[in-house]
């Protein structure tokens, strides 16, 4: 079992009324070193595969034809390994 | 003649457009349950406005698979007329029928208010009974409607006519205050290079009757009548 965190942004260069919303909240705060915010979402899928790389191959076609839309938006993807729902708890001592 | 409005979990526009359709145009509609597989006999399918799927990860992402799509997909690409409002504009984006993508209004905020908008192309199905140039006074109720296109697709968009209605003022025309939600070179609707698919964020469903105390929106769907008449 493995974990997919997606983090899923608007392209460079497509405008992000939220992020330039934020950004003008952070200044009237006083912090005036902010010079940008891009607001994106997260998501983890967890799903069965037999290693990582079939993993990252089945997400990434997930955010390709769903998750994503490529015409503003780009991700990044990190697997990690995970425990299946119902799955024993790992037993530290064996 | 024969209309189809298609029902997606979360549609809220389609007894508005199935009422304009039967009560004052007097053509023949059905609804369409976004499950169906197969679909004969219709001249014009419409895509109502709505919230499909809650506009959960994004607004048009997950209806654009429901079954009934393909064959909405296969209706458009045989020349069929496939008529998008509101959130049936961005499942068309999504499904890629249109091309570009809606970012979230420049506000931030769900916007429901009277826009005015100028018809850029008159030989369209849908602006066929128009005046190059005239404007209409249309409802728009949404808080994705900040249409995007990358460069290339935008000069071939303009190029080929496909900027069908832009957002302008009461005169006409076209200025940063009377771009209600910020969308690029304010683009309210665009259609497909061979014009029988359009997408448009106004609702021309809300504003055809004298009662509701606008019929600008009667335009449109007259135009549809007369394209389907003239064809026949």
């Not at chain 1, 290693?51 to 503003?72: G, H, K, Q, S, Y």
């Not at chain 2, 457009?17 to 679909?39: A, I, M, N, P």
């Not at chain 2, 607004?59 to 698979?65: E, L, P, S, Y």
């Not at chain 2, 994705?144 to 900027?163: F, H, K």
Request: contains cysteine; proline residues 6%; glycine residues 10%.
């Amino acid at each position: 079992m493995y974990l997919a965190k997606i983090e899923i942004m608007l392209k460079p260069g497509v405008l992000d009324p939220q992020g330039a919303t934020v950004r003008e909240a952070l200044h009237a705060l006083n912090y005036s070193s902010v010079e940008e915010v891009r607001v994106g979402k997260y998501l983890e899928v967890k799903l069965a595969a037999n290693d990582p790389a079939e993993a990252r191959r089945a997400v990434e076609e997930m955010c390709a034809r769903l998750l994503a839309n490529p015409v503003i938006e780009e991700y990044r993807l990190e697997i990690v390994p995970a425990r299946g729902t119902g799955e024993a708890e790992p037993c530290a001592l064996g | 003649m024969r209309f189809g409005v298609i029902v997606f979990p979360g549609s809220n526009c389609d007894a508005d457009v199935y009422h304009v359709l039967e009560q004052v145009l007097g053509v023949e509609v059905v609804y369409v349950w976004h499950g169906e597989t197969k679909l004969g006999g219709f001249d014009c399918l419409v895509l109502p406005g709505g919230f499909s799927y809650g506009d959960y990860l994004r607004t048009g992402a997950i209806a654009r698979f429901s079954p009934v799509m393909q064959a909405v997909t296969a209706f458009a690409h045989a020349g069929g007329l496939v008529l998008g409002i509101c959130n049936g504009f961005q499942i068309l984006l999504e499904a890629g029928l249109l091309p570009g993508a809606m970012r979230v209004n420049k506000t931030l905020q769900f916007i429901c208010q009277d826009v005015w908008v100028r018809v850029e192309n008159a030989a369209t199905p849908y602006t066929c009974l128009a005046r190059p140039g005239q404007v209409l006074r249309l409802p728009i109720a949404h808080k994705e409607g900040n249409y995007y296109c990358d460069p290339a697709t935008l000069a071939a968009l303009a190029a080929g006519g496909q900027i069908v209605l832009r957002y302008c003022d009461a005169s006409g025309n076209l200025s940063e205050e009377a771009n209600p939600n910020g969308s690029l070179e304010h683009i309210a609707g665009i259609c497909n290079p061979e014009g029988n698919v359009f997408g448009l964020m106004p609702h021309p469903e809300r504003c055809a009757e004298e009662i509701l105390g606008n019929r600008d929106g009667l335009l449109l769907w007259q135009s549809i009548v007369h394209w389907l008449k003239e064809k026949s």
